[in-house]
T-cell receptor, first 114, second 115 residues
Framework: AQSVTQLDSQVPVFEEAPVELRCNYSSSVSVYLFWYVQYPNQGLQLLLKYLSGSTLVKGINGFEAEFNKSQTSFHLRKPSVHISDTAEYFCAAGEWEGTDKLIFGTGTRLQVFP | DTGVSQNPRHKITKRGQNVTFRCDPISEHNRLYWYRQTLGQGPEFLTYFQNEAQLEKSRLLSDRFSAERPKGSFSTLEIQRTEQGDSAMYLC?????????????FGPGTRLLVL
């Protein structure tokens, strides 16, 4: 992928409210996509991934994401967040016909308030 | 624990010193990646190995950086003559192919601070 954009650097939300974290990518070839979560002072943990097929992908911890080719988006959603979801979330893309490295967005800090 | 491990977890050094980080991938993962993450940014690709062969290096990897994976298992990343701009989190990932898709699994990272 040429680039991955996460427009929201921070998303504050109250506990049990729904949340959407936005991710857009740009690429001249087909891509595969990931969402990772990073808790403070830790590495990245895989939330979910999109390869092909169904555009709605379900991941761990109740998260899901929808791939939209026409809008080149892969937004992450959760219907009801918990305090423990407070973390940094990264969207990443790889190109099927490119090198094997991942291109990451700059991250979105999800802050869940009680 | 069968995840990716990295040592040390933290390193503070003075400018000009050399540092070496180690990454132990998930066993049987053939590919191993190094990324660098600076504050407020996403990880940036540095280099990767297929077994012991280093297949790609980013332009971010200056001549002061060298990575090895001598036996196709663990890897080391060395930074010579460290500079303050090298301060970052260095992440290692190993990958497997699942359902036709290569999936990278990350270690906890090594946080480097150059004074």
């Amino acid at each position: 992928a040429q680039s991955v954009t996460q427009l929201d650097s921070q998303v504050p939300v109250f506990e049990e409210a729904p949340v959407e974290l936005r991710c857009n990518y740009s690429s001249s070839v087909s891509v595969y996509l990931f969402w990772y979560v990073q808790y403070p002072n830790q590495g990245l943990q895989l939330l979910l991934k999109y390869l092909s097929g169904s555009t709605l992908v379900k991941g761990i911890n109740g998260f899901e994401a929808e791939f939209n080719k026409s809008q080149t988006s892969f937004h992450l959603r959760k219907p009801s967040v918990h305090i423990s979801d407070t973390a940094e979330y990264f969207c990443a893309a790889g190109e099927w016909e490119g090198t094997d490295k991942l291109i990451f967005g700059t991250g979105t800090r999800l802050q869940v308030f009680p | 624990d069968t995840g990716v491990s990295q040592n040390p977890r933290h390193k503070i050094t003075k400018r000009g010193q050399n540092v070496t980080f180690r990454c132990d991938p998930i066993s049987e993962h053939n590919r191993l990646y190094w990324y660098r993450q600076t504050l407020g940014q996403g990880p940036e690709f540095l280099t990767y190995f297929q077994n012991e062969a280093q297949l790609e290096k980013s332009r971010l990897l200056s001549d002061r950086f060298s990575a090895e994976r001598p036996k196709g298992s663990f890897s080391t990343l060395e930074i010579q003559r460290t500079e303050q701009g090298d301060s970052a989190m260095y992440l290692c990932a190993s990958s497997s192919f699942e359902g036709g898709l290569e999936t990278q699994y990350f270690g906890p990272g090594t946080r480097l601070l150059v004074l």
